[in-house]
């Protein structure tokens, strides 16, 4: 097992590098010689995915479940499913420059995650996995995350964009941007998309709520209800025409900071629930 935790670890900072490297590249072309290495930036991304994918597969391992038990993981699956939205979307919907923000993001996340020994603290775990409905909610309710993660970086290419049309800026990255119609587009499908499996996570979960209700934090419960009504406001406001498309990608991009701030309270680290239900294990990465 040792050999496993030491792939482990290697294969995530292996995906952190290739994801920093295709950011530092695409940078340094996009200023020498105004072109934006959108392929490049792409295998870049993708092969960071993969060596992440083998990473977390083999952590799911160690903790028998879905890896979600620490700050660690969380940040770690959050990167992964937004890749995954990323790798599905951008060639189908041609968001050309996409990259390059995705980049910035998953570089600095996975960086960061890496870089704090204290967010991959060991966690107690159930010796078997009985709740099936609370994995479901867990996934759900992080790539809910992952989907407000996009969200974020389309309002804030949108928030450049209409910046570089007002100053009738035309160089460098304004010229890769896509137009902030088709941007504004993107915004408002992904909060309802975000909103929706933030909903199921909800509804999966409420079940075993409402037989444990002790087991479920009061503070993570409120947060969790508060951002997912947050989102509901924010997209009903702007199908009502009663907020710009601006103030939609603001609101948008400052609901994204509360989340991933709220996440210390709502953590789906199952060790709440499960001390209660189950006999337990303690599980080391040590």
Known sequence: MHLLEFSEKLLFISAAISFVIGLII??????TKGQYPQKFIYLSLLFGF??????LNIRSIFVEACPLGNSFEIIQFIVW?????????????KLKSLGLFTA?????????????PSLDMQYYQAKQTTHALIELH?????????VYALLAILSLMFL????????????GIFRHLPSVQKLDRCVT????IGTFILLLALIFGSPFWLDNPDTVPGLKL???????????????????????????????IALFILSIASLWTIEISRSDAVQALDPIKQISKE
């Open 138 to 146: 867990a996934s759900l309710a992080i790539f809910s995350y992952a």
């Open 160 to 171: 450049i964009q209409q910046y570089g049309l007002k100053k009738q800026l035309f160089k």
């Open 81 to 93: 499913s937004l890749l995954a939205l990323f790798l599905l979307v951008g060639p189908i919907f």
């Open 222 to 252: 409120i947060s969790t209800i508060a951002i997912f009504m947050a989102y509901i406001i924010v997209g009903a406001l702007k199908f009502l025409n009663l907020i710009t498309p601006r103030r939609q990608a603001i609101l948008s």
């Open 189 to 192: 499908y992904l909060l309802w």
């Open 26 to 31: 695409a940078c340094f072309k996009l200023k």
């Open 50 to 55: 993969l060596l992440q994918s083998v990473a």
């Open 104 to 116: 910035l993001l998953v570089s600095i996340a996975s960086t960061l995650s890496l870089l704090v």
